[in-house]
Nanobody
Framework: QVQLVESGGGLVQAGGSVRLSCAAS????????MAWYRQPPGKQRELVAA???????NYADSVKGRFTISRDNAKNTVYLQMSSLKPEDTAVYYC?????????WGQGTQVTVSS
């Protein structure tokens, strides 16, 4: 059974930084493309960033140059370093596979950016 546990969110001022973590279990983590998604209030969930098993990354245009996704296969953990945060980054952030997301999502972690 796959488990995805996100952590690290909170309240941060615009221009600030925060690092999210996602601990994964129940999957062969090292071979999976992993991704971060977010769901702003009242909006659909959207892909933010993804990282392949080889470490190649891609980002949504809205976060390019501000967010960095990374992974530690020894810890089955994927990270999202978020910098230069804007109020429009406020959302619940989730991790999941980047190619074929599991139906079961974690609880997410709330990031609120104050102006």
């Amino acid at each position: 059974q796959v488990q995805l546990v996100e952590s690290g969110g909170g309240l941060v001022q615009a221009g600030g930084s925060v690092r999210l973590s996602c601990a994964a279990s129940g999957l062969i983590f090292s071979i999976r493309t992993m991704a971060w998604y977010r769901q702003p209030p009242g909006k659909q969930r959207e892909l933010v960033a993804a990282i392949t098993s080889a470490g190649r990354t891609n980002y949504a245009d809205s976060v390019k140059g501000r967010f960095t996704i990374s992974r530690d296969n020894a810890k089955n953990t994927v990270y999202l370093q978020m910098s230069s945060l804007k109020p429009e980054d406020t959302a619940v952030y989730y991790c999941n596979r980047g190619d074929a997301p599991y139906d079961s999502w974690g609880q997410g972690t709330q990031v609120t950016v104050s102006s």
